[in-house]
């Protein structure tokens, strides 16, 4: 019976990732385990809406990612809106979607040749920009997107609809159009709610809305979302995709954000508790945690 090959992406400039890497090619060597390995940037904004290409095909039957949620998320755009189950080994802070600690990367390497990890399908974002009536970009995220002003301290206006029916107009520093995944990352951040991560639903989250009745909104995930910027917003506006890849939009552009067909598939241990997750990450009922963090 022929090995599955595995694809390894680890994080650009990381010395720690770039060891773990080399030490499991070298173990999926010493087993008969073909592995093909990509070091990928995270940390530096690309202005671009190219397609992201990975030298790992999108034929392998398992991804490994060792690094941090980011490095996860840039590896999801690439090659995991393919179907490509992904194993996150966390070697970086919070590590909300790298669910593995680096000292359960092996037994987790065997239980997913052994197919004993579960499958967790996680929403991904299409987004297209059209100008002029034009398509000029389109892009998948498993995170968020973000649109603001690339000025410092302005007000934006966003007029949003929803399956083509007004919603409102955000004044603020921008918005945020989060996935459930995404929920604990930059719109936990500006005070929109955690969703449980495999929930069928979205959220809208104005960041320092300038109307305080302005307050983020949760939408199914089957909703149409179309975001233009408003008369007064002659200046430069930028879109952010995960956080790592950005374009920048005109007055006139209409921003259209609905589900994508594709899912990005996580494994994840069969003790996996997302609650515990959440406990241990953002310290819920940590004892004298406001004593020490006052010091």
Same mark, same amino acid.
């Given at each position: 019976?022929?090995?599955?090959?595995?694809?390894?992406?680890?994080?650009?400039?990381?010395?720690?990732?770039?060891?773990?890497?080399?030490?499991?090619?070298?173990?999926?060597?010493?087993?008969?385990?073909?592995?093909?390995?990509?070091?990928?940037?995270?940390?530096?904004?690309?202005?671009?809406?190219?397609?992201?290409?990975?030298?790992?095909?999108?034929?392998?039957?398992?991804?490994?990612?060792?690094?941090?949620?980011?490095?996860?998320?840039?590896?999801?755009?690439?090659?995991?809106?393919?179907?490509?189950?992904?194993?996150?080994?966390?070697?970086?802070?919070?590590?909300?979607?790298?669910?593995?600690?680096?000292?359960?990367?092996?037994?987790?390497?065997?239980?997913?040749?052994?197919?004993?990890?579960?499958?967790?399908?996680?929403?991904? =974002?299409?987004?297209?920009?059209?100008?002029?009536?034009?398509?000029?970009?389109?892009?998948?995220?498993?995170?968020?997107?973000?649109?603001?002003?690339?000025? =410092?301290?302005?007000?934006?206006?966003?007029?949003?609809?929803?399956?083509?029916?007004?919603?409102?107009?955000?004044?603020?520093?921008?918005?945020?159009?989060?996935?459930?995944?995404?929920?604990?990352?930059?719109?936990?951040?500006?005070?929109?709610?955690? =969703?449980?991560?495999?929930?069928?639903?979205?959220?809208?989250?104005?960041?320092?809305?300038?109307?305080?009745?302005?307050?983020?909104?949760?939408?199914?995930?089957?909703?149409?979302?179309?975001?233009?910027?408003?008369?007064?917003?002659?200046?430069?506006?930028?879109?952010?995709?995960?956080?790592?890849?950005?374009?920048?939009?005109?007055?006139?552009?209409?921003?259209?954000?609905?589900?994508?067909?594709?899912?990005?598939? =996580?494994?994840?241990?069969?003790?996996?508790?997302?609650?515990?997750?959440?406990?241990?990450?953002?310290?819920?009922?940590?004892?004298?945690?406001?004593?020490?963090?006052?010091?």
């Amino acid at each position: 019976m022929k090995s599955p090959r595995i694809g390894i992406i680890y994080k650009h400039k990381h010395k720690p990732a770039r060891i773990e890497a080399g030490k499991l090619v070298k173990w999926m060597q010493d087993r008969g385990i073909e592995s093909i390995s990509e070091e990928i940037k995270v940390q530096e904004a690309i202005y671009s809406c190219q397609e992201e290409k990975s030298r790992i095909p999108k034929t392998v039957k398992f991804l490994v990612v060792l690094g941090g949620d980011g490095t996860l998320l840039g590896a999801a755009r690439r090659i995991g809106h393919h179907g490509v189950p992904i194993l996150g080994v966390n070697l970086g802070g919070l590590g909300f979607i790298t669910v593995i600690p680096l000292k359960r990367l092996y037994p987790a390497i065997e239980m997913m040749l052994a197919s004993q990890l579960k499958t967790e399908k996680r929403v991904m =974002l299409e987004t297209r920009v059209i100008r002029e009536g034009q398509e000029v970009c389109r892009t998948q995220v498993l995170n968020d997107i973000v649109i603001n002003k690339q000025a =410092l301290a302005r007000i934006i206006d966003l007029d949003v609809t929803i399956n083509n029916e007004v919603l409102t107009t955000f004044r603020s520093d921008g918005l945020i159009i989060s996935t459930p995944t995404g929920s604990t990352a930059y719109n936990l951040s500006a005070g929109g709610p955690i =969703l449980y991560p495999t929930l069928e639903a979205l959220t809208l989250t104005p960041i320092c809305p300038f109307t305080l009745t302005n307050r983020p909104i949760i939408v199914p995930d089957t909703a149409l979302i179309q975001i233009m910027t408003g008369k007064d917003s002659d200046e430069s506006v930028i879109i952010t995709f995960d956080g790592q890849v950005g374009f920048d939009l005109y007055y006139g552009d209409r921003v259209l954000i609905r589900k994508s067909e594709q899912k990005v598939k =996580l494994l994840i241990p069969p003790d996996h508790n997302y609650f515990n997750i959440l406990k241990s990450k953002l310290m819920w009922g940590a004892k004298n945690y406001n004593r020490h963090a006052d010091h």
